[in-house]
């Protein structure tokens, strides 16, 4: 469970970093299997497409890939690690017991990294009110939890602590609107391999790989509580999770997680073939 700390932490500051949300033994089994994901796909090996991951296409560059749990990446780690014991009973203190399956993420880019300081409140007005802004500040993402996890070390996550829980000050009005440079207060997150940060995405941050850092490696987790309303936006509902390959693959836990997410999903995306 997380500490009395790392809560109100997490309340406050809007996250909390640990050391022991992952196995030792699961970290070096993952660390080789994200090499292993970012090569396939760069050799056109797997494709991994939100309609279907498929074997045999062509050959690209990936910045993020998603489908880490369908069994064409032969990589039983990830779903092992998602249904993981430390994971859930961290989530489990923010989240209660009954979880419903999010995501796994791998974070594998080379080069040049910057995606400029944002809250995630994707699909919601970005320019509000205090009023507006306070009331998407309080509802939205309230029953899901994200994380990020380094494979290799990651000092590219900024975070401006306490953001999430009130109004924009007008600096950041303007970096939210695509301006770039500094926000005061803001925090670099230095993740050491196998460290993991909890956090609220409504906080405002960023993502920079600085330029000496060749590439990085870091599994982006998210998952919600499954007493929540199904919200379309909580998650990417990628298609590929509708495939009937994927359940049987999946350790006893993340069926479950899995069960929970497609009772509800699954609906939805019939009756919206193309959402
Ligand atoms: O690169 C990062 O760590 C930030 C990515 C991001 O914006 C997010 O995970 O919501
Ligand atoms: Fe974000």
């Keep these: ?9 997490y309340h406050d500051r809007g996250y909390f970093i640990v050391d022991d949300a992952v196995d030792a033994a699961l970290l070096q089994e993952l660390a080789a299997a994200a090499d292993r994901v970012a090569a396939r796909v760069r ?12 074997l045999g296409g062509e050959a ?33 203190s923010f989240l209660g017991d009954e979880l419903r399956m999010g995501w796994v993420h791998l974070c594998c880019v080379q080069g040049q990294y910057v995606i400029g300081w ?67 207060g803001a925090t670099r997150i230095d993740l050491r391999k196998g460290q993991t940060i909890f956090w ?16 990085r490696s870091t599994l982006m987790g998210g998952m919600i509580d499954h007493r929540s309303d199904y919200d379309p936006g909580e998650k990417g509902d990628h298609r590929w ?3 009937d390959n994927i359940r049987p693959g ?18 939805r995306m019939a009756a919206a073939p193309s959402a």
């Design 1 to 9: 469970m997380a500490s009395k700390a790392q809560i109100s932490q």
């Design 43 to 54: 050799s056109g090996e797997v494709v991994d497409d939100p309609d279907g991951i498929h």
């Design 60 to 92: 690209v560059e990936p910045a993020f890939i998603s489908g880490l749990v369908a069994p064409e990446f032969a990589e039983p780690a990830f779903a092992q690690y998602l249904a993981s014991e430390p994971i859930a009973r961290y989530l489990q």
């Design 118 to 184: 944002h809250r995630d409140t994707g699909g919601q007005v970005k320019d509000g009110s205090y009023e507006e802004e306070m009331e998407i500040l309080g509802r939205y993402r309230k029953h899901f939890m994200k994380w990020h996890m380094a494979l290799v070390d990651d000092p590219c996550l900024w975070i401006v602590p306490g953001s999430q829980n009130r109004f924009r000050t007008d600096r950041e009005h303007e970096a939210l609107q695509g301006g770039s440079g500094e926000i005061p």
């Design 200 to 215: 609220n995405g409504n906080s405002i941050h960023r993502g920079v790989m600085p330029e000496a850092m060749k590439r």
């Design 241 to 243: 999770l509708l495939a």
């Design 250 to 267: 999946l350790p006893a836990r993340a069926q479950r997680y899995y069960d929970n997410w497609r009772s509800l999903a699954e609906p």
